[in-house]
């Protein structure tokens, strides 16, 4: 079933990501860390349907998407980037395999970040946000999605977070695309839950490293 939601504000994350709040549909529920498939009723664009995350917790009065634009063809991003509050676009029910259900260890790249933000704040909000790592990966310092704020939630004491950049270095950044060797001495007790998120290539290596360091096939949580 899809549902029209009007834009009620956007606003810059990055220099290319944007936050999109919506209006939310009586009775809509989703988990944090689901998607919604989305599209625009415009020439064009209507068989160009694109999931999106939710990056606000589930018992907002609004749904909120963080979203990464490209700018290189006409679709469905590249369009959000230029609209404005009151204008419409057209989400489907919620859907996604990536939940929450223990603590563990996050390994993210780029916009696949925006599942693991709903799952944070939601477990923020709660007091609930334990013994929870987060290693992020990135081309640069400018393309980190939120940083201050995760860098907050995992600075406290029983979490942790490292952020690392694989194009151009910087002070206090990990260079480099993330190997074994950095998971080990990041988390080096992290045996339980991986929850991964990225492009299909971050994927698969981040599978193959953390069933080498002893994480079970079952505890390893990603979009299928």
Same mark, same amino acid.
């Given at each position: 079933?899809?549902?029209?939601?009007?834009?009620?504000?956007?606003?810059?994350?990055?220099?290319?990501?944007?936050?999109?709040?919506?209006?939310?549909?009586?009775?809509?529920?989703?988990?944090?860390?689901?998607?919604?498939?989305?599209?625009?009723? #415009?020439?064009?664009?209507?068989?160009?349907?694109?999931?999106?995350?939710?990056?606000?917790?589930?018992?907002?009065?609004?749904? +909120?998407?963080?979203?990464?634009?490209?700018?290189?063809?006409?679709?469905?991003?590249?369009?959000?980037?230029?609209?404005?509050?009151?204008?419409?676009?057209?989400?489907?029910?919620?859907?996604?395999?990536?939940?929450?259900?223990?603590?563990?260890?996050?390994?993210?790249?780029?916009?696949? /970040?925006?599942?693991?933000?709903?799952? /944070?704040?939601?477990?923020?909000?709660?007091? +609930?946000?334990?013994?929870?790592?987060?290693?992020?990966?990135?081309?640069?310092?400018?393309?980190?999605?939120?940083?201050? @704020?995760?860098?907050?939630?995992?600075?406290?004491?029983?979490?942790?977070?490292?952020?690392?950049?694989?194009?151009?270095?910087?002070?206090?950044?990990?260079?480099?695309?993330?190997? +074994?060797?950095?998971?080990? +001495?990041?988390?080096? @007790?992290?045996?339980? /839950?991986?929850?991964?998120?990225?492009? #299909?290539?971050?994927?698969?290596?981040?599978?193959?490293?953390?069933? #080498?360091?002893?994480?079970?096939?079952?505890?390893?949580?990603?979009?299928?």
């Amino acid at each position: 079933m899809a549902h029209q939601v009007t834009l009620l504000s956007v606003g810059f994350v990055t220099h290319d990501v944007k936050r999109y709040v919506t209006s939310k549909p009586d009775n809509y529920v989703f988990t944090p860390g689901q998607a919604a498939d989305v599209y625009l009723d #415009k020439p064009g664009l209507r068989d160009d349907i694109r999931p999106f995350t939710f990056t606000n917790s589930p018992n907002d009065k609004i749904l +909120e998407f963080t979203i990464k634009s490209y700018h290189d063809h006409n679709g469905v991003t590249h369009t959000l980037w230029d609209m404005k509050p009151g204008d419409t676009l057209h989400i489907s029910e919620p859907e996604g395999t990536i939940k929450y259900t223990k603590p563990g260890l996050f390994l993210a790249a780029g916009a696949g /970040v925006t599942p693991f933000l709903a799952i /944070v704040r939601d477990l923020w909000a709660k007091g +609930e946000l334990h013994n929870c790592h987060l290693l992020y990966s990135n081309k640069t310092k400018s393309d980190i999605i939120c940083e201050h @704020e995760l860098t907050h939630y995992f600075s406290q004491p029983d979490n942790g977070i490292l952020l690392t950049l694989t194009r151009k270095s910087a002070i206090g950044y990990v260079s480099g695309r993330v190997t +074994e060797s950095i998971i080990r +001495e990041f988390c080096p @007790e992290c045996k339980g /839950v991986a929850y991964i998120c990225g492009p #299909k290539a971050f994927v698969a290596g981040m599978k193959e490293i953390v069933a #080498k360091i002893g994480i079970d096939e079952d505890s390893i949580v990603f979009e299928k």
